[in-house]
């Protein structure tokens, strides 16, 4: 069974731009959740989606969205990047939405400048 | 919210001796305490997991336990091995992803 797939693995862009990931869940999951990895604060909960629809949303501002299509297949987008946005996104699938178990994909690696 | 401690953030170990992580955490009604494994240039996996019903767990090499009363939990790793070397995380939830802490990591190496 393939995994987490996440597209691109590195992404550069410059303050103000926008970007957009990708993330398709393992076969059969319907939730998918975006965690952003740093050095200094971790792993923070971004939010949840399950059934085309947000179920959950951690601390982060309105600049942090996405969405989530009919085959489970995610995107996450940031608009105005600003500096303290490069970090690691993580995507994590699971199978049902609030499961406990996650699995993650290897993430995209998000450079600011 | 939750708030989870782990110690030590740093470990190093001679192969096939025993590794401990610790974790705390504040929430009392916390019941899911999984561990991620992450290596480099890859996502954390899943590696053990434990529920507040149950004190210990173990899975081969590796084990966890859990206590409740004094809200604090611990990888065990034994006969460790290099291929053990990455970063650990704990982590605490009420049993939705959405409120699930993590550990700020303990980076493992496993000196040959």
């Known amino acids: 069974k393939a995994g987490v797939t996440q597209t691109p693995r590195y992404l550069i862009k410059t303050r103000g731009q926008q970007v957009t990931l990708s993330c398709s869940p393992i076969?059969?999951?319907?939730?998918v959740s975006w965690y952003q990895q740093t050095p200094g604060q971790g792993l923070q909960f971004l939010f949840e989606y399950f059934s085309e629809t947000q179920r959950n949303k951690g601390n982060f501002p309105g600049r942090f969205s996405g969405r989530q299509f009919s085959n489970s297949r995610s995107e996450m987008n940031v608009s105005t990047l600003e500096l303290g946005d490069s970090a690691l996104y993580l995507c994590a699938s699971s199978w049902g939405q609030g499961a406990e178990k996650l699995f993650f994909g290897s993430g995209t690696q998000l450079s600011v400048l | 919210g939750e708030n989870v401690e782990q110690h030590p953030s740093t470990l190093s170990v001679q192969e096939g001796d025993s590794a401990v992580i610790k974790c705390t955490y504040s929430d009392s009604a916390s019941n899911y305490f999984p561990w991620y494994k992450q290596e480099l240039g890859k996502g954390p996996q899943l590696i053990i997991d434990i529920r507040s019903n149950v004190g210990e767990k173990k899975d081969q090499r590796i084990a966890v336990t859990l206590n409740k009363t004094a809200k604090h939990f611990s990888l065990h790793i034994t006969e460790t091995q290099p291929e053990d070397s990455a970063v650990y995380f704990c982590a605490a939830s009420r049993g939705n992803n959405n409120d699930m802490r993590f550990g700020a990591g303990t980076r493992l190496t496993v000196k040959p």
């Open positions: 076969s059969g999951h319907r939730s």
